[in-house]
């Protein structure tokens, strides 16, 4: 176990350098100069242009930039510094996070409990009314774009029936997430819920299940116990890569309802080509989405004893 | 008794997509044997998901080449004279009144017309583009596997690691006009990984057939092995993944267009965007490109739904 994870870590690494390399070489192709950008209007005179560009590390190749900025984000976890603002990326980062972590969380917790619930359900009474009902809403989920969805759930809840702020204003306030976290969580949900269905179905008829049966287990015994932990893997599978897409994606979701996370943060460093903040952000969602992959391949030898990591 | 006792062929038989007619039949009549390809058309052309969405697909290839059948108006053709309060004039069907005019003055229902042309543009190009590449990729590193293989495959995870949403902003952003050929190339940088995996996974799988060791035997080139007898063999899956891609990038493509990082030209996204600032006063500005947007996108993921089922011999 322990040699596997070593191994898995060990794995991470060319991963970890291909994908923040590539963020990198991105962000700094992109035309467009923040150092100009900071005087607005006026043309800046060169000399301080060169000088502010050689503080900041500007004027070096590319490649240099790029061993300069992950030296100093592993050795001494500095992200560089905010360019416009002056600030440490780091407390940038700080500050977007949790708020980000909040909102993707309660969508997370939404989609598993509802997504798995609804599966479980539908799966077994495969074929039956219940059954396609779910299949068609879910089919419904995936198809609405995330921003219409959005849009909706403003103009009924907010401005028809006003149960709500069209806006949130606390972001640490769970009741107000609510509704970004429904409207987050909707597409992943009909994929969970389907994943489970397709899954529950398909072993809802194997042996061990039939049993279970016999043997007189009662019922919530063999649905929650057997079949359940047998029908996870590929659900899981799935969680564990959503994980990183919620709080992508919560990009559209946060700009909709006025949150200042991670989205918001990302959308503004690209308008104003704010290399370091992009790339550090960046950098935690590829790690979060790494560690959330390597979490996912531990959980299947919980779930299933033949699969052993040596 | 709990439903799991039911047999195989009971919860085949209740199968949503109307496989169950297809097994009656088949075992009721004794028949040539098929082809997994004869099967699946036999199956497609029963099941209901399929049907429905071949009239929806249709009816959107025809507005996407056609879009002056359907309405004389101009997309692009502000009049501020039409107000964008004055409420749409819903029974007036295909006029350019129809669905209202948005901020400045243009008919929204013109806009809803040739907005189509944009989304399936995308969409189709898009899954062209990722198929060429993802397959290409995932048939180099299946065939060849050893270091091939590990550098291939750690390539893919580097594209897959990165958020796709996220992804595609930075590379669009930097592009100032942005045409359907920047649009399409930036959701196919990031999007050809998940038919690579696909593919890989299918080719070591055929790669070990009798009839591939057979032709290697019988002394048949590299290319002709990869092409003649392995890929015909790995299409289904990836035929899977692309078609339900393809509902997908269309929704992408108006996510992009929505965070103003999309196509320059008329495009659902960029109304919907546009008319989120008058939700309150003249919802139809928004209301009526959503909507077109949800059908298109379910169309094509109903279709990739029913391909899925008809090519899937577990959904059997």
Do not use: C
Request: net charge positive; glycine share 10%.
């Amino acid at each position: 176990m322990g040699r596997y994870v070593a191994r898995r870590l060990l794995q991470m690494i060319p991963v970890f350098i291909g994908t923040t390399l590539l963020i990198f070489l991105m962000v700094y192709a992109l035309p467009g100069d923040p150092v100009r950008g900071l005087f607005g209007d006026k043309a800046g005179s060169p000399q301080v242009i060169a000088a502010l560009r050689h503080e900041y590390g500007l004027d070096q190749p590319i490649l240099v930039q790029y061993w300069n900025y992950m030296k100093d984000m592993i050795l001494h976890g500095d992200f560089g510094t905010q360019i416009a603002s002056g600030r440490p990326v780091t407390e940038v980062l700080g500050d977007a996070f949790p708020v980000t972590m909040r909102l993707a969380s309660l969508a997370f917790a939404i989609e598993v409990v509802l997504g798995i619930a609804l599966g479980v359900v539908a799966g077994l009474r495969a074929g039956r009314l219940t059954d396609n009902v779910v299949l068609l809403i879910t089919l419904l989920f995936i198809s609405v774009p995330v921003f219409v969805l959005g849009f909706i759930a403003k103009l009924v809840f907010a401005e028809q029936l006003g149960w709500m702020d069209p806006n949130v204003n606390d972001s640490t306030d769970y009741g107000q997430l609510l509704m970004p976290a429904i409207v987050l969580a909707t597409a992943s949900l009909a994929y969970v819920t389907r994943l489970t269905r397709t899954s529950i179905a398909e072993n809802r008829r194997a042996d061990y299940i039939r049993t279970a049966i016999a043997k007189g287990l009662p019922k919530s015994r063999v649905v929650g116990v057997h079949l359940m932990r047998n029908s996870m893997i590929p659900v899981i599978t799935y969680l564990g890569t959503d994980i990183g897409a919620l709080m992508g994606g919560a990009v559209v979701t946060e700009g909709l309802f006025n949150i200042q996370g991670v989205g918001g943060t990302i959308y503004e460093s690209l308008v104003r080509r704010e290399g370091t903040t992009l790339v550090g952000l960046v950098t935690i969602l590829v790690l979060i989405y790494l560690l959330a992959n390597l979490l996912v391949d531990l959980l299947y030898a919980v779930l299933d004893p033949r699969i052993r990591y040596a | 008794m709990p439903d799991v006792t039911k047999t195989d062929v009971k919860t085949d038989a209740a199968d949503p997509v109307g496989a169950a007619p297809v097994a009656k039949a088949a075992e009721s009549k004794p028949e040539k044997s098929r082809s997994l390809w004869g099967d699946a058309w036999a199956d497609l052309r029963r099941s209901w998901i399929f049907i429905v969405s071949s009239v929806l697909i249709f009816f959107l290839l025809l507005i996407t080449f056609f879009p002056g059948w359907f309405t004389s108006a101009q997309p692009v053709l502000g009049d501020l004279s039409n107000h964008y309060l004055q409420k749409p004039k819903l029974g007036e069907v295909g006029s350019p009144d129809w669905l209202g005019y948005d901020q400045q003055g243009r008919s929204v229902y013109a806009r809803v017309i040739y907005g189509t042309r944009a989304s399936v543009a995308v969409g189709f190009g898009t899954t062209i583009l990722v198929t060429l590449v993802g397959s290409l990729v995932g048939m180099i590193a299946g065939y060849f596997g050893g270091i091939v293989d590990s550098i291939l495959s750690r390539l893919t995870d580097v594209f897959f690691g990165i958020p796709f949403l996220l992804g595609t902003m930075v590379v669009l952003n930097s592009f100032p006009e942005r045409t359907t050929w920047v649009v399409i190339g930036a959701l196919g940088f990031f999007g050809w990984t998940q038919i690579s995996r696909v593919m890989r996974g299918a080719v070591i799988t055929t790669k070990q057939s009798d009839y591939v060791q057979a032709a290697k035997a019988l002394g048949a080139s590299t290319p002709r092995i990869m092409f003649r007898h392995i890929l015909p063999n790995t299409m289904a899956p990836v035929i899977v993944v692309a078609t339900i891609s393809l509902g997908v990038y269309i929704a992408a493509e108006a996510t992009l267009s929505f965070l103003g990082l999309g196509l320059s030209g008329v495009s659902w996204g960029n109304d919907i965007s546009d008319g989120g600032n008058s939700i309150r006063v003249a919802q139809w500005i928004m209301l009526y490109p959503s909507i077109m947007l949800s059908i298109t996108v379910l169309a094509f993921i109903m279709l990739g739904e029913a391909v899925r089922n008809a090519l899937d011999p577990k959904m059997r």
